[in-house]
């Protein structure tokens, strides 16, 4: 039985996995009837127009220039002209995203798609925000069915739209840990209108995860040949780099494992080059300094847990054994393992006691963390985590105790 502790959604990868497409401001279907003649009439109504256009396009240019404070300000100034101005919602709530304020965002979507149902930008926006923010995936993939059944009073369904839809389904799946699923669908979005570079990223992660990494090398290869200069692509290839040699053990040893090893190394740092933010050069430490670490967190367990577990063995290994990967779904991205039977279920097992064991990945948790204060914080988080799976704390146990 296998109990582990995976990296939340938004620490996958880094900022690898979420990937946002920016639609600030982008003009709605009947956003375009507002320069009809007509549609406002005369005199003043013609001023809100002229009004509410221009505070969109001062918005936006605030917004490019990093002055978060003036952008919503000129939304605010659009929504006086025009109070149901669904760009000026959407807008709102794509700076307010950036800005963490998730609760906000979802209100100005919302307020976007009431003013106008056929917005595809808020659509997409709101479904992006409960995929990655807001964790309400079946949510997500619900309203991406409802849209897909293409409606009349529902956004038209292009070929884009469309795409972008089984792109945000796939996402959704994917946190749902239906990997076939998602690869499914990414390459259905991708079959609608090209390979998109985001949409070919996304494959190769999938296709990581699954541990099918010659396949994903060759899906990441090819969106970094588009957008060579995209920081998470980078990223995601170094990722994949590191374990080409578990995939194929011709290569592990020798020259061949150097040379990966060094590409692997080159693109995180190039990654880095990119966005010293979101990508930082993975932590390195000495195995001592690691399994010292390790064991301190043992130790300060208290002696009660001690007792339970001085007979299962706590072990540090680079990554997951690829056959974990492949034949038991684990992600190659995983921080902790508990392999074995709970001590709650023991009693009901044939399973062999001594089979018990933790496996504590040491270079998975580098990656996420920037300093070596961060990593032992980490390392105690983890190892508490997997041997509360061993005592027979389910996940929600777990993340009440703050060991999620």
Same mark, same amino acid.
């Given at each position: ?17 979420? @990937? ?19 549609i406002w009439g005369n005199g003043?109504? $013609? ?12 918005? =936006? ?18 929504? $006086? ?5 669904? &760009?000026?919602?959407?807008? !709102? ?15 100005? /979507? ?17 479904? &992006?925000?409960?995929? #990655? ?8 993939? #619900? ?7 293409? +409606?009349?009073?529902?956004? +038209? ?13 796939? $996402? ?10 998602a690869v499914f669908l990414v390459?259905?979005? =991708?079959?609608?209108?090209?390979? %998109?570079?985001?949409?070919?990223? /996304?494959?190769?992660?999938?296709? /990581? ?52 090893? %060094?590409?692997?190394? %080159? ?22 300094? /690691? ?33 974990? @990967?492949? +034949?038991? !779904? @684990? ?13 709650? &279920? ?27 204060e961060e990593l032992v914080e980490?390392? %105690?988080?983890?190892?508490?985590? &997997? ?18």
């Open positions: 039985m296998l109990h582990a502790r995976r990296l939340r959604s938004r620490e996958l990868s880094g900022a690898a996995v979420r @990937v946002r497409v920016r639609r600030l401001c982008e003009s709605s279907p009947t956003g375009s009837l507002l320069s009809c003649p007509g003043s109504m $013609k001023k809100d127009k002229d009004r509410y256009w221009d505070c969109l396009d001062q918005a =936006m240019e605030a917004s490019h220039g990093g002055r978060i404070d003036e952008a919503l300000a000129w939304l605010d100034e659009a929504l $006086k002209a025009h109070p149901a101005g669904a &760009e000026a919602h959407n807008g !709102r709530g794509e700076i307010l995203w950036d800005e963490g304020r998730v609760d906000e965002a979802f209100y100005e /979507f919302e307020r976007a798609i009431a003013a106008d149902p056929k917005f595809s930008a808020a659509h997409l926006n709101r479904i &992006e925000l409960l995929v #990655e923010e807001m964790g309400e995936f079946e949510l997500a993939l #619900e309203s991406c069915d409802e849209l897909l059944a293409g +409606r009349g009073e529902l956004p +038209r369904l292009d070929r884009p739209f469309q795409a972008e839809l089984c792109y945000l389904k796939s $996402k959704a799946l994917f946190y749902l840990d239906d990997l076939e699923g390459r259905r979005a =991708m079959k609608t209108v090209g390979d %998109q570079p985001t949409y070919c990223a /996304f494959e190769g992660h999938l296709l /990581f995860e699954m541990g099918r990494y010659e396949d994903a090398r060759r899906a990441l290869e090819q969106a970094a040949a588009a957008e060579p200069d995209s920081p998470h692509i980078v990223y995601s290839l170094g990722l994949i780099m590191e374990r080409l040699d578990q995939q194929d053990p011709s290569a592990g040893s020798g020259e061949g494992s150097e040379s990966v090893q %060094q590409a692997a190394s %080159q693109a995180f740092a190039r990654a880095n080059s990119l966005d010293p933010s979101q990508f930082p050069v993975p932590l390195s430490v000495g195995d001592e300094f /690691f399994r010292e670490a390790v064991a301190d967190a043992l130790g300060n367990l208290p002696r009660s847990v001690r007792e339970y577990i001085e007979d299962v063995p706590v072990i540090v290994e680079d990554f997951p054994d690829y056959d974990l @990967v492949v +034949r038991e !779904r @684990v992600s190659p991205q995983i921080l902790g393992l508990f392999l074995g039977v709970p001590r709650t &279920e023991a009693a009901a097992t044939e399973q062999v006691p001594d089979l018990d064991r933790v496996i504590i990945f040491k270079r998975n948790l580098e990656k996420i963390c920037r300093d070596r980490q390392i %105690q988080i983890t190892v508490r985590h &997997e041997i509360g799976h061993y005592l027979g704390l389910d996940e929600s146990d777990l993340d009440r105790l703050g060991l999620a």
